[in-house]
């Protein structure tokens, strides 16, 4: 049975931007472990072809992935979904702390809207820990096997003043998603 270290507790997280192959492993573990383990989803469902136009969040406890999430990016509006975590580390200040992350790089990359889609039990969680709001007018979407049909939730961010638009200086697009005020080891040193 797997339990969450008492001596180290959340100050050990660590929540990163996927950026490489073995974290990309990482983050499907999760999502296997929550969904089709825990859920009992298919690997269809659980990995839909949309994870290679998206950016992926993890986060690690010791070093261990224990959660996930997915990005997607639309016009004007970006879309947090496959949240997971694996059972021992979930909690109210372990998504928050995932989440503020997410909001931070959704709003520095100018978006002020971020949208989920959940099951009513899952919508209190993002209401009440997370901020969102229940969209209204839209038709909650039932999927196969999953008993509860989805709703749509709104979290309206704060577009930061050193959000990344076209005025930004070419170097910034240049380098590692997330790490934009970091040079890359390919820039010229003056």
Known sequence: MESRPKAHGINDLRVEIVTTQEQMLHTLAVRAICFMEEHGYSAYQTFDGNDFQATHINVYANGEPVGS???????????????????????????????????????????DRLITHAQPGYARVWRRYLGFELVDGKEPLLFDGHGEPYVELVKHLDVPSNAITTDAPMSTLFRIEGQWDEPSQFEARS
């Open 69 to 111: 999430a997915r990005l997607r990016w639309f016009r004007d509006f970006a879309k947090m979904e496959r949240t997971s975590f694996r059972k021992a580390w979930r909690g109210g200040e372990i998504l928050r702390r995932c989440s503020d992350f997410v909001f931070d790089h959704v709003a520095r990359k100018g978006y």
